[in-house]
């Protein structure tokens, strides 16, 4: 879902994710699934990243950035 509503190089973190309707108003925690293939050169910052996700986040050439609470 990430790959449709982003553009190669963006930055997605929690007011992005909200802004793009993926996640509801409320949340403050989020993680990073894997489904389907990454596609676009994104940085991610998130509180935690399947194994998965983050390889093929890092294999596009974007970054992982965890947030520590």
Not at 15 to 34: F, N, R
Not at 52 to 61: D, N, S, V
């Amino acid at each position: 879902q990430i790959c449709k509503k982003f553009y190669v190089g963006d930055t997605v973190d929690i007011d992005a994710l909200k802004e793009k309707g993926l996640l509801d108003q409320g949340m403050m925690y989020v993680k990073i699934t894997s489904s389907n293939e990454m596609t676009k050169r994104l940085t991610i910052s998130a509180h935690i990243f399947e194994r998965t996700a983050a390889k093929m986040i890092l294999l596009t050439g974007g970054d992982v950035n965890i947030i520590a609470d």
